[in-house]
T-cell receptor
């Protein structure tokens, strides 16, 4: 069975600092991997996705993530945090044979300090 | 183009009552997905529907829960005889097709509270 683990339910960074949100997955078959962001009282918005092409994936708002098969990881990074990045971030995985069925981690709330 | 619409945004029910959650997909989208988010947990897949068809309901509880996506009108997630454990945020998503290259667009969710 597939699963997603997000280390750290809360991450706090200073404005301008590096953002690193961790995601590890388990999957018996090559997965598709996603990062979503949720702002308060809004739906989830796709930041980026890995679909077996380039292992370094660039997304919106300056975020990127690297697929590392040997580490079963898909960590999300951004070089310089902005106050507007404060939100909850979800990592998700799906299988090729049922790609519509997203399996989410429990989320990481990013706090950005001025 | 309006996004995915869900209503109501907040719903309060007493134990034993019925809850009906509505989802209007984005224009041109014929695929709808429902997810449930329990407190402090990630979203969990419940059901995938196309117009008038349930494609995958593997995440739906066996009893009290049902979903439909009629030819006309919104998709409905119905919970009969609600219990306190049903309190959660219910999210609907839609996509134009079901390929992995097609993003699922999420609505803002319905927060269900069962007293």
């Amino acid at each position: 069975a597939q699963s997603v683990t997000q280390l750290g339910s809360h991450v706090s960074v200073s404005e301008g600092a590096l953002v690193l949100l961790r995601c590890n997955y388990s999957s018996s078959v090559p997965p598709y991997l996603f990062w979503y962001v949720q702002y308060p009282n809004q739906g989830l918005q796709l930041l980026l996705k890995y679909t077996s092409a380039a292992t370094l994936v660039k997304g919106i708002n300056g975020f990127e993530a690297e697929f590392k098969k040997s580490e079963t990881s898909f960590h999300l990074t951004k070089p310089s945090a902005h106050m507007s990045d404060a939100a909850e971030y979800f990592c998700a995985v799906s299988r090729m044979d049922s790609s519509y069925k997203l399996i989410f981690g429990s989320g990481t709330r990013l706090l950005v300090r001025p | 183009n309006a996004g995915v619409m869900q209503n109501p945004r907040h719903l309060v029910r007493r134990r034993g009552q019925e809850a009906r959650l509505r989802c209007s997909p984005m224009k041109g989208h014929s695929h709808v997905y429902w997810y449930r988010q329990l407190p402090e947990e990630g979203l969990k897949f419940m059901v995938y529907l196309q117009k008038e068809n349930i494609i995958d309901e593997s995440g739906m509880p066996k009893e009290r829960f049902s979903a439909e996506f009629p030819k006309e009108g919104p998709s409905i997630l119905r919970i009969q005889q609600v219990v306190r454990g049903d309190s959660a945020a219910y999210f609907c998503a839609s996509s134009p097709t079901t390929g992995v290259l097609d993003e699922q667009f999420f609505g803002p969710g319905t927060r269900l509270t069962v007293l």
